[in-house]
């Protein structure tokens, strides 16, 4: 139901776009999120978009992170620029809390 890609190697400085496609009902009614969970470390909420487009950030990526959202093709964009060795990590999007089944996620690896 949730298919996240865009992940790979990336120096540190550069950015990545992340898409997920979200094959659910009724996608617009739901607030939807990116998180990501490092080797080791609990999975972080990094990101959300309401139903009305309104964005919200944790403060470990503010100002460096955009997420979006485009109701008509189902698809959450995450995009990632002044990317940090901290930012490594495996990126899922689901509607907080995780409403629907996770899907496998796309692996973004920082280089320094």
């Known amino acids: 139901q949730l298919q996240a890609s865009g992940g790979g190697l990336v120096q540190a400085g550069g950015s990545l776009r992340l898409s997920c496609k979200a094959s659910?009902?009724?996608?617009?009614?739901?607030?939807m999120g990116w998180y990501r969970q490092a080797p080791g470390k609990q999975r972080e909420l990094v990101a959300t978009?309401?139903?009305?487009?309104?964005?919200n950030y944790a403060n470990s990526v503010k100002g460096r992170v955009t997420i979006s959202r485009d109701n008509a093709k189902n698809m959450v964009y995450l995009q990632m620029d002044s990317l940090e060795p901290e930012d490594t990590a495996l990126y899922y999007c689901?509607?907080?809390?995780?409403?629907?089944?996770w899907g496998q996620g796309t692996e973004v690896t920082v280089s320094s």
């Open positions: 978009v309401a139903a009305n487009e309104s964005p």
């Open positions: 689901n509607a907080p809390p995780g409403i629907f089944p």
């Open positions: 659910v009902s009724r996608f617009s009614d739901y607030q």
